[in-house]
């Protein structure tokens, strides 16, 4: 049973507000208006100038204690990405990050074509390729965090504005903890395309989203063999705090059990707002030992899933 040895996220010191960004983004006031007051946005985190993508990994990686002496144990470095190019070619982040964390017995690739739903995804390859390998003690290391480099990495029409937050995740085949009990993904090739370009997709995809998000939400609770009450915790992705609320509404589950207080602080991290949730909840003791919770995502293309943990 695939399970979450240890999660840490890391946020740059610099923390830009929403409204720094209009004239670039080219938003109009009213538009920043909206995802202040209803979309719950607030500021979003950005490296400082000449800090690069590798930087922004190995910090998050950096903040696991449980990577400490054991870089002869990590067997897989994965990069869960939301955009399908990051750099230029030939550069490779994640063989560099590897490299920079002393992993070198490490195969190392990137996870994508899910979007924001990746590192859900990551997840579970790390864990069954560990199944797979046999033998006690392996580790595959999920990193999660992307620059924003362009307005299509740095705005979601009418939805969300992404930051630079990242999260770094040790998997093992099994623990004590942050067991996983089931994992539900559903892909939408028929959303696929350039919503800032499209209308009349981007209103079908905000019409049918909810919809969506809710069946792997409930497939996924079903599938691990409980009720959405046995849940005490939901962690969602930061894409805004209002979409988050309807959902609560829709399946019957209580908002506040619905992490959501990053959203104004670290905007969408692209795949990385698993892992700064599940930080989050950690450090504020939001975790019940024994008592499973939800880790919800979904991705523009469009790829919506859920995952249930018991902690």
């Given at each position: 049973m695939t399970a979450l040895a240890e999660v840490a996220a890391h946020l740059p010191a610099r923390s830009v507000p929403i409204e720094d960004l209009a004239e670039r983004l080219e938003l109009a006031p009213r538009q920043v208006k909206v995802f202040r007051r209803f979309h719950g946005l607030g500021s979003v985190p950005r490296q400082e100038a000449g800090e690069s993508l590798?930087?922004?990994l190995v910090?998050?990686?950096?903040?696991?204690?449980?990577?400490?002496?054991?870089?002869?144990?990590?067997?897989?470095?994965?990069?869960?990405?939301?955009?399908p190019v990051a750099v230029p070619y030939p550069m490779n982040p994640v063989r560099e990050?590897?490299?920079?964390?002393?992993?070198?017995?490490?195969?190392?690739?990137?996870?994508t074509h899910q979007a924001c739903a990746t590192s859900l995804l990551a997840v579970d390859v790390a864990g069954r390729l560990l199944a797979a390998d046999g033998g006690p003690g392996g580790l595959a290391l999920v990193l999660a965090g992307e620059k924003t480099w362009?307005?299509?990495?740095?705005?979601?029409?009418?939805?969300?504005?992404?930051?630079?937050?990242?999260g770094a995740c040790l998997v093992a085949v099994d623990g004590p903890r942050d067991r996983v009990l089931s994992y539900v993904s559903r892909s939408r090739g028929d959303f696929d395309g350039r919503l800032a370009e499209d209308p009349v997709l981007l209103a079908r995809f905000q019409r049918e989203y909810p919809e969506s998000l809710a069946e792997v939400v409930l497939s996924a609770v079903a599938?691990?063999?409980?009720?959405?009450?046995?849940?005490?915790?939901?962690?969602?992705?930061?894409?805004?705090?209002?979409?988050?609320?309807?959902l609560a509404r829709r399946i019957g589950f209580p908002v506040e059990k619905v992490l959501?207080?990053?959203?104004?602080?670290?905007?969408?991290?692209?795949?990385?707002?698993?892992?700064?949730?599940?930080?989050?909840?950690?450090?504020?003791?939001?975790?019940?030992p024994g008592r499973p919770y939800l880790i919800a995502a979904a991705g523009l293309g469009a790829t919506f899933s859920a995952m249930v943990l018991e902690h």
């Open positions: 590798v930087d922004l910090a998050a990686a950096g903040a696991l204690t449980g990577l400490a002496g054991r870089a002869d144990d990590v067997r897989y470095v994965l990069h869960a990405r939301g955009m990050v590897a490299q920079r964390l002393g992993l070198r017995r490490a195969v190392s690739f990137t996870v362009t307005r299509d990495a740095e705005l979601v029409p009418e939805t969300s504005v992404f930051g630079e937050g990242a599938k691990a063999g409980l009720e959405l009450a046995d849940l005490s915790l939901l962690l969602p992705h930061n894409v805004n705090s209002v979409s988050w609320r309807q959501l207080d990053n959203v104004a602080v670290t905007g969408h991290s692209f795949a990385a707002d698993a892992f700064l949730n599940h930080a989050t909840a950690r450090e504020r003791g939001l975790l019940v």
